[in-house]
């Protein structure tokens, strides 16, 4: 639950946070490019790290859906003056979103490599490749509780 707000508080800065262009286009898809923003002012730490941020973002136009967004941290981001920690400049991230049943879309993958120090010693080193696949469309009327038995045979 807590991801989910996490997320949308994100998708929500991302207009301030970033300077945006139109790199590529075809007949289904666009490609913007964005760049940090420097009159964006992150409300925290999160903002911070996103507003450091810079890559691309594909959109289905047929659906006005997020297909992929990734970035690089452009600088280290400090914490308390780099005392209390401090992101590496070059980390990167990959979120990947498809149409897994007409009209809805799930994330199949998400890749995040970050590197820094928190608290003077401890490394922090968030490496993370999950991949989802194999998703199946339960049949109508189906209750929480038969959709978590029909789990257990996959």
């Known amino acids: 639950m807590q ?3 996490n997320a949308e508080e994100l998708l929500r800065m991302l207009p301030e946070a970033f300077s945006w262009r139109v790199q590529s286009e075809d007949a289904n898809n ?3 490019h ?3 923003n420097p009159k964006f002012s992150p409300p925290d730490m999160q903002g911070r790290v996103l507003g450091q941020m810079a890559g691309e973002l594909v959109v289905d136009k047929g659906q ?3 297909v992929t967004i990734s970035g690089k941290l452009t600088e280290d981001v400090t914490i308390g003056w780099g ?8 980390g990167t991230f990959r979120v990947e979103r498809r149409e897994v049943a007409p009209g809805f879309w799930q994330i199949t993958e998400t890749h995040v490599h970050i590197e820094g120090k928190a608290l003077f010693f401890k ?3 968030q490496q993370q490749d999950e991949i989802q696949t194999d998703f199946t469309q339960v049949p109508h009327g189906v209750t929480l509780e ?6 257990k045979s996959f």
């Open 3 to 5: 991801d989910g707000k």
């Open 30 to 32: 666009m490609t913007l």
């Open 34 to 36: 964005f760049e940090p």
């Open 64 to 66: 006005n859906r997020i």
């Open 83 to 90: 005392l209390l920690g401090r992101l590496r400049q070059g």
């Open 123 to 125: 490394n922090i080193g």
């Open 146 to 151: 038969q959709a978590a038995e029909m789990s």
